[in-house]
């Protein structure tokens, strides 16, 4: 049963993972302050999700045990920060472009 889960969290992270390295690279390349900022934002959604990714991973998918609990917890709260900063920083950014 957790097999077919497990391998849509690795798709959700690797997907999520590419999505951050393209972004970063966008954001990294561009000029104007607005698309730079649009970019870094969508980075930070692509890697808030892949850090739920990587929390669901631990906590869900493999046995229980102290240090997993642990670091599922931290992976899911920073990757919901950085989720949160994301889309609130895109809708500042989208705002801006216009």
Not at 30 to 49: E, V
Not at 62 to 83: D, H
Request: avoid cysteine; charge should be positive; proline fraction near 0%.
């Amino acid at each position: 049963m957790l097999s077919w889960f497990h391998y849509i969290l690795l798709g959700l992270i690797t997907a999520a993972l590419i999505f951050s390295v393209f972004y970063s690279f966008r954001s990294r390349t561009q000029q104007d302050a607005a698309r730079r900022g649009l970019y870094t934002a969508r980075m930070n959604i692509s890697m808030g999700l892949m850090l739920v990714g990587l929390a669901l991973l631990q906590l869900l998918v493999f046995e229980m045990s102290t240090v997993r609990v642990i670091l599922g917890t931290v992976f899911l709260l920073l990757g919901l920060f950085n989720l949160f900063a994301g889309l609130k920083n895109q809708t500042v950014y989208r705002t801006m472009g216009k």
